[in-house]
């Protein structure tokens, strides 16, 4: 028992500063990624306004990251900044498919 | 909604919009715009898919599809809801500016039973004025702040010349002049683009299916659309503007809606407005 309480000590110890390693350096790593995610999106959701094309739900999805990141969430941050690009290049897509597409809807 | 369910609705819509688009026909309008050829065309839709439709009662929009909904209506006209907003909007127009001036000062025939000209073609501009527009230029001109194009001011406005042009048939023109027609075919690629995440066109809902219901609503046919503006709208619970009505189109599509009296949205309203030439302004009307 001697022998173990000092190795449950260590182990304990061990897995305490492991994981705030791990928890610090992945958050570090975590922000990093969420900002060049945000960028990317932001920058879709730009050229989908250039385009006179942006929707209501990529807008959701930037703020939503937007506030996760501020609360320091960068997962949930990160996977909005995705579905913010995804949203923002579906929108572009349209409008670019659109600039033909539309006359087929035209009566004549 | 949540962003991944997004996603799948957006990917499933645009998916659908290319199944749809390859089966239909191949051929594609003409490029070089032809608005009277357009407005024969559009009228004819409507009358062939709406045989016991009269003409004029296109401009009633959706009561001039349901029967139970038109019952209705005439019995609320009795004390309309756009009463007090008409009262209101004549009595704004004849109230002087600081400088003594009055709307009817900038307005040919003082603004009275003008509505069914608007929007036109300003060849000076080359662009189109609408009359929420010229109604704000107005006031600049004579030293007055704008008035908001989306709230209860510029709709009681439109609402008290709309009711002087009652019965006056739409009369747009579209001026020998390449900017107008330029102007015209923007409009209408605005009216048939799809948008939004739900991928809808203005067309989606008031020429493939005006008569059908969208949850509560009875869709309004596209023919006529903008003679019975403005409107008081139940769901508002007020009046609302032209402006008003298509950055609601917008956003119930989950766009984002453009700035009013953008030149998309006064270039769609000239379209709009002129493939409904001959039919008589309605306005002020009421919606549920």
Redesign the interface.
Known sequence: MSMTRPNTRIVLLAFALTTIGSTSAMAASTETDFKAAYAAAEAANNEA?RL??????T???LA?AKKAAEKGDFDHAM??AR??E??AK??I???T??K????????? | MKAPLAIHLASAALALAATAFAAMPSAVAADTPDPVADAKAFRNYFVTKFPNVPLDDFANGPYSLNEDMRRQWEEKEQFPPYEFSLEMGKEMFAKPFKNGKSYGDCFPNQGIGIRQNYPYFDPGEGKVITLELALNRCRGANGEPPLSYVEDEMAALTAYMAFTSRGKPFDIKIPDDPRALEAYQNGKRYFYTRRGQLNFSCATCHVQNPGERMRAEILAPALGILNAMPIYRSEWGGMGTISRRMITCNSQIRGVPLEPQADEYRDLEYYLSYVSNGLPIAGPGARP
């Open positions: 306004g006179r094309n942006q929707w209501t739900v807008a959701e999805a939503d996977a909005s579905d913010a995804a949203l579906a929108s897509f349209q409008a498919s659109e033909e597409a539309w006359k087929n809807l035209e009566i004549r």
